[in-house]
């Protein structure tokens, strides 16, 4: 089985920053893609930033310039540099990783989620 374990989130006043992180372990040959979704209050869940296994990158438009998206691929971690918080960012933040168990054997993951609070 694969785990993806989140810490980082909280509360944090508007203008401020927080950083998450998320370690995958368990039954993992490689991974491809890994990245942070989120969902603010009574909306469905939307892509915030994505990291291929070559670090390539992709953003949400409205966090583009303020968070940063990386990862450490020995230790099956991702992280986000969130800066310039603001209202619209409160949300459960979740984490992805797209696994591969074997070759051929494709299955994505999330982390069971974080909460992140920004007060005006």
């Known amino acids: 089985q694969v785990q993806l374990v989140e810490t980082g989130g909280g509360l944090v006043q508007a203008g401020g920053s927080l950083n998450l992180s998320c370690r995958a372990s368990g039954a993992i040959f490689s991974i491809n893609d890994m990245g942070w979704y989120r969902q603010p209050p009574g909306k469905l869940r939307e892509m915030v930033a994505l990291?291929?296994?070559?670090?390539?990158?992709k953003y949400r438009d409205s966090v583009k310039g303020r968070f940063t998206i990386s990862r450490d691929s020995a230790k099956n971690t991702v992280y986000l540099q969130m800066n310039s918080l603001n209202s619209e960012d409160t949300a459960f933040y979740y984490c992805?990783?797209?696994?591969?168990?074997?070759?051929?054997?494709?299955?994505?993951?999330w982390g069971q989620g974080t909460q992140v609070t920004v007060s005006s």
């Open positions: 992805y990783a797209e696994v591969y168990k074997t070759w051929t054997k494709r299955q994505d993951y």
């Open positions: 990291i291929s296994n070559n670090n390539s990158t």
